[in-house]
C-alpha cells in the first residue's frame, strides 16, 4: 500500500507529539526510546548507511557512525520510517546501501525517506523557525542537524521558498 506524504506527516506529528518534542533539533533518543529501540553506531563499510533490526522483542538501529551526524540522523529518521510504516524486508532485516534505489523495495524506500523529512524537519516547526530566521541556510541546517540537501529538499517540497523569500 503506498503510503501518502500525509500519513507520515500524521505518524512524524504523533510520534514528536508523544515525546514531547516541540522544537528543532528533533531530538532521535527520545524517539528511540518511546518506540523500544537502542541505537547503535558501527563502523559499517562506508556504502552501508545503517539497518533496523525488529525481532523476538529486540529493536535495534545500527547506524554508520563514520559518516557525518547529518547522515547518521537522516539515516536513523529513515529507519524509523521503515518501521512505523510496516515495512517487511529480509527477515525484518532492512539494510541501507547505494543500491537500495534499484531493488524492488523502491516505494518503502520513499516512503522512509518521506517520513525521516517529516520526523527531523517537521513543517511546523520550520514555518515558525523560518518566521524568525529566515531563509537562512547555515542557521536552519545548524538548527535542524541535517544536511543542506536535505533542508533544500524539504523547502522545495513544502513550497517555503516562495512563502518566505
Do not use: C, W
Not at 510504516?85 to 525484518?92: P, R, V
Not at 532485516?93 to 517529516?118: G, P, V
Not at 527531523?120 to 538548527?143: H, N, R
Amino acid at each position: 500500500m503506498k503510503m501518502s506524504a500525509s500519513g507520515n506527516r500524521e505518524k512524524a506529528q504523533s510520534l514528536l507529539k508523544a515525546s514531547l518534542i516541540t522544537k528543532a533539533p528533533v531530538d532521535l533518543n527520545k524517539i528511540a526510546k518511546l518506540l523500544g529501540f537502542m541505537i547503535i553506531p558501527y563502523p559499517f563499510p562506508d556504502k552501508r548507511k545503517g539497518m533496523v533490526f525488529v525481532e523476538s522483542g529486540v529493536r535495534a538501529i545500527g547506524v554508520n557512525e563514520n559518516h557525518p551526524l547529518t547522515l547518521q540522523r537522516y539515516t536513523i529518521g529513515h529507519e524509523f520510517g521503515h518501521f512505523v510504516n510496516g515495512h517487511q524486508h529480509e527477515d525484518n532485516l532492512f539494510i541501507e546501501d547505494e543500491s537500495r534505489y534499484y531493488n524492488h523495495h523502491f516505494q518503502q524506500e520513499r516512503e522512509a525517506d518521506t517520513f525521516a523529512a517529516e520526523l527531523l524537519i517537521p513543517a511546523d516547526f520550520l514555518k515558525s523557525d523560518l518566521l524568525t530566521i529566515g531563509l537562512d541556510m547555515e542557521k536552519l541546517i545548524k538548527l535542524y542537524q541535517v544536511s543542506e540537501l536535505a533542508m533544500h529538499i524539504r523547502l522545495k517540497t513544502l513550497r517555503f521558498y516562495e512563502k518566505y523569500q
